[in-house]
């Protein structure tokens, strides 16, 4: 199993952060583009009929953009190259994407209200599930389980690792609000490091797993004269008939 480590997984988005933060600042800012424009039309038509269908069309091109960049931090930290196209790509699995989010934000809700600790666990066991919708295009069920694989035995620490992270981001946000314009983006990357570390661990076992156990094959030297003969020991002549 490849293990993890709180500094380690931070170093690596902090190294990714350093390569690409041109590329990691222009998807928060197509991040923000939904809302501002939703912002925009709100108070140009007011109370109009319009404003709903802007809404529900706002949804949907909300939920694009979220995909889309889940789907460019992955790449990020596999070392690929991030496009506006790859971003539009994932436009495929929306309806997974949503009805899979929905499943997932009800099991957690229903966790908090009976509660605390059932939320909390199974908010860290099924918390890959949207990456795994979007990164191999599961659908809801499929990547819950996923997900609950790659976090399986390591709970507490994805809960203890995600706890100094949140730490690490709001200090940030506390430096006169300066320091969250990198301490954010390096935490949003770590999380993706963990997930693809995760999610290298599960398929190599999948992998193992899967591979066949070749058989042993047994030599007999039963009713074989040749091999009766080759297995004497030296000196011993083998008995005429």
């Known amino acids: 199993m490849q293990e993890f480590t709180i500094e380690g997984v931070i170093g690596q988005g902090w190294q990714i952060f350093k390569k690409k933060w041109a590329t990691i600042y222009g998807l928060f800012l197509i991040s923000m583009l939904p809302q501002i424009i939703s912002s925009v039309l709100g108070n140009v038509f007011g109370d109009s009929i319009l404003v709903l269908v802007f809404s529900f069309i706002f949804i949907i091109v909300n939920a ?12 990020l930290v596999r070392g690929q190259e991030v496009s506006f196209d790859l971003i539009i790509s994932t436009s495929k699995d929306l309806w997974k994407y949503i009805l899979g989010g929905l499943r997932y934000s009800l099991l957690v809700m229903v966790g908090y209200i009976l509660f605390v600790i059932p939320g909390i666990i199974w908010g860290i066991k099924y918390m890959f599930t ?5 990164d191999k295009s599961m659908n809801g069920k499929e990547a819950m389980d996923a997900s609950a694989k790659m976090t399986d035995g390591l ?3 994805l809960f203890f690792t995600f706890f100094v992270i949140g730490l690490f981001a709001l200090a940030g946000m506390l430096a006169l609000f300066v320091g969250m314009f990198v301490t954010i983006p390096v935490a949003v990357l770590t999380y993706y490091v963990i997930y693809n570390i995760l999610l290298a661990r ?4 999948t992998v193992s797993q899967a ?4 058989p042993l094959q047994a030599t007999s030297t039963v ?6 003969q080759n ?3 030296t000196g011993v002549l083998p008995i005429q008939q």
């Open 64 to 75: 694009i953009i979220t995909m889309g960049l889940i789907k460019s931090f992955i790449y």
């Open 130 to 134: 949207p990456a795994l919708i979007i």
């Open 155 to 157: 709970k507490w620490k």
């Open 202 to 205: 599960i398929e190599r076992l």
């Open 211 to 214: 591979q066949p156990q070749q």
């Open 223 to 228: 009713n074989n004269p040749i091999n009766m």
């Open 231 to 233: 297995n004497m020991p």
